[in-house]
T-cell receptor
C-alpha cells in the first residue's frame, strides 16, 4: 500500500515550457486535491476532484489544468510555465474518514 | 466561503512546557476541522480532526485540540513539548454543508521547541 505517489520529485523548467505532474493513489479514494506551497503562504488549493470525470477549480487555478480519467490518477498540467509557478506542489487524497493523505511533493523551479 | 487564520508565524516553547498553537476559522455552515504537521522536506501528516461530538479531541503524538464554537477556534495543545515536536503546523477546515468538498489550509505556524 503505497498511499499517494507523486512524480517527479524535482524539476527545473524554462519559461514557456510545459509539463505534467503525476499523482497516483492506491486507496480507492474519490476525492483528490492539488495544492501549492509557498513560504509564508501556507497551502493554496489549485484544483480538486470528487471522482473520475469530475474536476473543479480551487483558489489559484490560473495557468494549470487537470484531468481525472480514473479513480487512481489525478495529473496536474502546467502550460506555458512562468516564474510565478515556482513552488512546491502537493497532491492529496481523502477517504471517508476525512483524513487527507499527502504525497511527498514536487519541487518545481521555473527559470 | 471558508477560511482559516493562524495568527502566529512562529511559536517558541521550552522543552517540557505546555504548548498552544492557535487557529480560528470561518465557515457558513458546519465546520470539519483538522491539524496537520509538516517536518522539513516532507509532505503533511494528519494529527487530529474534529467532526462532531466532544469538543476536546485527541490525536497523534500526544496532541489534542479544543473546538470552541462561540469563539470559532480550534487551538492545538500539548501538555509537555518535546524537541522532536519542532515542525510546521497547519490548521485546515472543510465546510460540510451543501456538499462543499474544498479543504482550506491556514498559513502555518512554525513550532520551535528549545532544549
Amino acid at each position: 500500500n503505497a498511499g499517494v505517489t507523486q512524480t517527479p520529485k524535482f524539476r527545473i523548467l524554462k519559461i514557456g515550457q510545459s509539463m505534467t505532474l503525476q499523482c497516483t493513489q492506491d486507496m480507492n479514494h474519490n476525492y483528490m486535491y492539488w495544492y501549492r506551497q509557498d513560504p509564508g503562504m501556507g497551502l493554496k488549493l489549485i484544483y480538486y476532484s470528487v471522482g473520475a470525470g469530475i474536476t473543479d477549480k480551487g483558489e489559484v487555478p490560473n495557468g494549470y489544468n487537470v484531468s481525472r480519467s480514473t479513480t487512481e490518477d489525478f495529473p496536474l498540467r502546467l502550460e506555458l510555465a512562468a516564474p510565478s509557478q515556482t513552488s512546491v506542489y502537493f497532491c492529496a487524497s481523502r477517504g471517508k474518514n476525512e483524513k487527507l493523505f499527502f504525497g511527498s511533493g514536487t519541487q518545481l523551479s521555473v527559470l | 466561503a471558508q477560511s482559516v487564520a493562524q495568527p502566529e508565524d512562529q511559536v517558541n516553547v521550552a522543552e517540557g512546557n505546555p504548548l498552544t498553537v492557535k487557529c480560528t476559522y470561518s465557515v457558513s455552515g458546519n465546520p470539519y476541522l483538522f491539524w496537520y504537521v509538516q517536518y522539513p522536506n516532507r509532505g503533511l501528516q494528519f494529527l487530529l480532526k474534529y467532526i462532531t461530538g466532544d469538543n476536546l479531541v485527541k490525536g497523534s503524538y500526544g496532541f489534542e485540540a479544543e473546538f470552541n464554537k462561540s469563539q470559532t477556534s480550534f487551538h492545538l495543545k500539548k501538555p509537555s513539548a518535546l524537541v522532536s515536536d519542532s515542525a510546521l503546523y497547519f490548521c485546515a477546515v472543510r465546510d460540510n454543508s451543501g456538499g462543499y468538498q474544498k479543504v482550506t489550509f491556514g498559513t502555518g505556524t512554525k513550532l520551535q521547541v528549545i532544549p
